[in-house]
């Protein structure tokens, strides 16, 4: 009996097959939208909370601790106050943890049409501790070095042996910092995580960009312009303001490198903090609760995340109501198109109870008919949501990183 509806029931749609095509796209595009956005969401929260939840804590200085966690996890943020290397060995000091600190403050600049994107200073630790690997080239071997993120290398097309320029904070202050030209050693193996974006330097890197550090030409030698000098004699040399900094760390002029200053007093953006056990990370942030509240404060950003998403996510329900708003209206002009045509069937009704089919059997016929279109509808919105949420995840990452 029941193959026989199904059978029936076929035949049926295929004759109808435009009005049926019609009714399975309505359905399918209703359920589309709520199924594609949930699933979207869902994919937003996993990536947004992963990256949070694996690092464990964020210590800088006082201020907005979303601003620090969000410029520590993806640091394309607002910049927060900058605290110091002096954090930074304070928490490798109390054993309690490892310390990587982070210094964001510059892009680099554009290149091949493509936009500067955040130079990140840091230490071979940060490599470690999120499981970053080389795809091709070396690491950081001298100051000057850098490795690329993997988007990076694609959308600018760089490659190791390639050069990069630093932007200047001010474009219009000439007293300011100085561009450096920084070569390039490696490209990072693709890690879908912000890490894929940005330029990594070394931390002594980043101070002469800062103007902390910097190297000078010889000036003792016969074959330098006087009008770099200001007063030469047998046993000094003044130079004059035409001697500037060296915008290139080469083999042939790293030596004449140098910090000014304490590397104590040196600014660092964040420092992240790899607790070596749960009790460790539990008597650091009483540290920072207790003895250090003055100067600096210690954030989880899996919390500072959470929270944030609770706000953020309240969209969601205005997603849900109007998709909920939206199937309703569609069920509505479904059932009207549904009971139009069967009025418009009542001759092939008749038809059939005149050759014996009872009212049981062309109900279950017209039921057939209904359940088979639903049920195509709901395989193509699923699957038109999977593929969208392929065809999505890497433009959704491009938002979050």
Same mark, same amino acid.
């Given at each position: 009996?029941?193959?026989?509806?199904?059978?029936?029931?076929?035949?049926?749609?295929?004759?109808?097959?435009?009005?049926?095509? *019609?009714?399975?796209?309505?359905?399918? %595009? &209703?359920?589309? %939208?709520?199924?594609?956005?949930?699933?979207?969401?869902?994919?937003?929260?996993?990536?947004?909370?992963?990256?949070?939840?694996?690092?464990?804590?964020?210590? @800088?200085?006082?201020?907005?601790?979303?601003?620090?966690?969000?410029?520590?996890?993806?640091?394309?943020?607002?910049?927060?106050?900058?605290? &110091?290397?002096?954090?930074?060995?304070?928490?490798?000091? *109390?054993?309690?943890?490892?310390?990587?600190?982070?210094?964001?403050?510059?892009?680099?600049?554009?290149?091949?049409?493509?936009?500067?994107?955040?130079?990140?200073?840091?230490?071979?630790?940060?490599?470690?501790?999120?499981?970053?690997?080389?795809?091709?080239?070396?690491?950081?071997?001298?100051?000057?070095?850098?490795?690329?993120?993997?988007?990076?290398?694609?959308?600018?097309?760089?490659?190791?042996?390639?050069?990069?320029?630093?932007?200047?904070?001010?474009?219009?202050?000439?007293?300011?910092?100085?561009?450096?030209?920084?070569?390039?050693?490696?490209? %990072?193996?693709?890690?879908?995580?912000?890490?894929?974006?940005?330029?990594?330097?070394?931390?002594?890197?980043?101070?002469?960009?800062? @103007?902390?550090?910097?190297?000078?030409?010889?000036?003792?030698?016969?074959?330098?312009?006087?009008?770099?000098?200001? /007063?030469?004699?047998?046993?000094?040399?003044?130079?004059?303001?035409?001697?500037?900094?060296?915008? =290139?760390?080469?083999?042939?002029?790293?030596?004449?490198?140098? %910090?000014?200053?304490? =590397? =104590?007093?040196?600014?660092?953006?964040?420092?992240?903090?790899?607790?070596?056990?749960?009790?460790?990370?539990?008597?650091?942030? @009483?540290?920072?609760?207790?003895?250090?509240?003055?100067?600096?404060?210690?954030?989880?950003?899996? @919390?500072?995340?959470?929270?944030?998403?609770?706000?953020?996510?309240?969209? =969601?329900?205005?997603?849900?109501?109007?998709?909920?708003?939206?199937?309703?209206? *569609?069920?509505?002009?479904?059932?009207?198109?549904?009971?139009?045509?069967?009025?418009?069937?009542?001759? /092939?009704?008749?038809?059939?109870?005149?050759?014996?089919?009872?009212?049981?059997?062309?109900?279950?016929?017209?039921?057939?008919?209904?359940?088979?279109?639903?049920?195509?509808?709901?395989?193509?919105?699923?699957?038109?949501?999977?593929?969208?949420?392929?065809?999505?995840?890497?433009?959704?990452?491009?938002?979050?990183?």
């Amino acid at each position: 009996m029941l193959r026989n509806a199904f059978y029936l029931a076929l035949r049926s749609l295929w004759w109808y097959r435009g009005r049926a095509i *019609t009714i399975v796209l309505c359905l399918a %595009l &209703t359920l589309w %939208l709520p199924i594609t956005v949930r699933l979207l969401l869902n994919q937003f929260r996993t990536d947004i909370v992963s990256r949070a939840e694996s690092t464990p804590l964020v210590i @800088g200085a006082k201020g907005s601790r979303i601003d620090l966690a969000l410029l520590a996890l993806y640091f394309d943020t607002i910049p927060p106050d900058a605290t &110091t290397m002096a954090e930074a060995n304070y928490i490798q000091d *109390t054993g309690f943890a490892t310390a990587m600190p982070v210094h964001v403050a510059y892009r680099t600049q554009s290149i091949n049409n493509q936009d500067g994107v955040p130079i990140v200073g840091t230490t071979l630790e940060y490599f470690e501790f999120r499981d970053l690997y080389l795809a091709e080239g070396n690491g950081l071997a001298m100051l000057g070095d850098c490795v690329v993120g993997s988007n990076v290398a694609s959308r600018m097309n760089l490659k190791p042996g390639d050069k990069i320029l630093s932007a200047p904070k001010n474009a219009f202050n000439l007293a300011g910092d100085y561009p450096l030209r920084m070569n390039i050693t490696g490209v %990072l193996a693709k890690s879908n995580s912000p890490d894929d974006d940005v330029v990594f330097i070394d931390l002594k890197t980043a101070w002469i960009i800062d @103007g902390i550090g910097h190297g000078h030409q010889e000036l003792a030698h016969e074959s330098v312009d006087d009008g770099m000098l200001l /007063e030469k004699s047998e046993t000094s040399v003044t130079a004059s303001a035409a001697v500037l900094p060296f915008t =290139e760390i080469t083999a042939d002029n790293i030596d004449s490198f140098h %910090l000014h200053g304490r =590397e =104590e007093t040196f600014p660092i953006s964040a420092v992240i903090a790899n607790p070596h056990s749960r009790k460790d990370q539990t008597l650091l942030l @009483g540290r920072y609760a207790s003895a250090r509240t003055e100067t600096a404060q210690c954030v989880k950003p899996a @919390g500072v995340v959470h929270d944030l998403l609770n706000i953020v996510f309240r969209v =969601e329900r205005l997603v849900w109501l109007s998709s909920i708003l939206s199937a309703f209206v *569609t069920a509505l002009l479904l059932g009207l198109v549904l009971l139009l045509s069967i009025r418009l069937r009542a001759a /092939e009704m008749q038809t059939m109870h005149k050759l014996g089919c009872s009212r049981a059997t062309i109900v279950s016929l017209i039921g057939t008919e209904i359940f088979l279109m639903t049920l195509a509808g709901i395989l193509l919105a699923l699957s038109a949501a999977w593929l969208s949420k392929l065809a999505a995840a890497d433009w959704l990452r491009s938002l979050l990183f």
